[in-house]
């Protein structure tokens, strides 16, 4: 018999179609620097076919990104997002050296 709680976090299985910005500031907080082959787990879905994702946890939910290239297209974005902070004047501002020649 184990003395181990049985976990009471809420479990998400988080997909393209249902990711929200806040799941994309807490996935981008979890993995800054963006997450690498190592961080991916593959598991079966009920329908038998393979998932990848990327786990992480809150106080309160564990996590599950699903892994795809729209999945990956939508953090980049969601990263350039936040790097371009709008001046005074409502022009965006592009930090030096992201600007391609």
């Given amino acids: 018999m184990s003395n181990a709680a049985p976990s009471d976090k809420k479990r998400v299985i988080v997909d393209v179609k249902n990711v929200t910005k806040e799941i994309l500031d807490l996935f981008t907080d979890r993995y800054p620097y963006g997450y690498e082959p190592e961080d991916i787990i593959k598991f079966k879905n009920a329908k038998g076919e393979t998932v990848r994702a990327v786990p992480f946890e ?4 564990k996590y599950l990104v699903k892994v795809s290239v729209e999945m990956d297209a939508k953090i980049e974005a969601f990263l350039d997002e936040e790097d371009s902070v709008p ?5 965006v501002e592009v930090p ?6």
């Fill in 58 to 61: 809150t106080k309160d939910s």
């Fill in 87 to 91: 001046s005074e004047d409502g022009d």
């Fill in 96 to 101: 030096e050296g992201d600007i391609d020649d």
